[in-house]
């Protein structure tokens, strides 16, 4: 009973995160990663059709099966979510009124860009058949 709870629990939060993850494509602020990381997490504990489904997306399952084996991000992807944090910081800061909000949200802005631009890149070191 009390593993059919987990299950059940893992399952209904696997589907939460996978939802904001893809609600977070279309607002800004919201990564969409994390919670597709998430999302994995909970199925693989919960629903081994639905992990599988996820890792084998076509867009989004290279992405999170590099950084689930190798803790690194593509330099295409760092390039686009770089792109988009700024974009979204951008619109923030535009929109809010208040001059300390305004410096607080370059600040974060800031520390996130350094942070995830720091991430190791993922691909091929040199092209030998032991990388391939």
């Keep these: 009973?009390?593993?059919?709870?987990?299950?059940?629990?893992?399952?209904f939060f696997g589907w939460l995160w996978l939802i904001i993850g893809v609600i977070g494509i279309f607002v800004p602020l919201l990564?969409?990663?994390?919670f597709l990381l998430l999302a994995t997490g909970c199925f693989i504990n919960s629903s081994p059709k639905l992990a599988h489904w996820l890792l084998n997306h076509p867009k989004y399952g290279?992405?999170?099966?590099?950084?689930r084996e190798n803790r690194a991000v593509s330099k295409k992807i760092k390039r686009r979510a770089s792109i988009f944090i700024v974009i979204s910081f951008t619109i923030s800061v535009s929109l809010t009124p208040m001059l300390w909000v305004k410096g607080m949200l370059v600040v974060f802005c800031a520390v996130l860009l350094i942070w995830f631009n720091r991430l190791p890149e993922s691909g091929i070191v040199a092209p030998t058949p032991e990388n391939s």
Excluded: C, E, Q
């Design 1 to 11: 009973m009390k593993s059919n709870l987990k299950r059940w629990i893992l399952l």
């Design 31 to 34: 990564p969409t990663t994390p």
């Design 62 to 67: 290279p992405a999170i099966v590099d950084w």
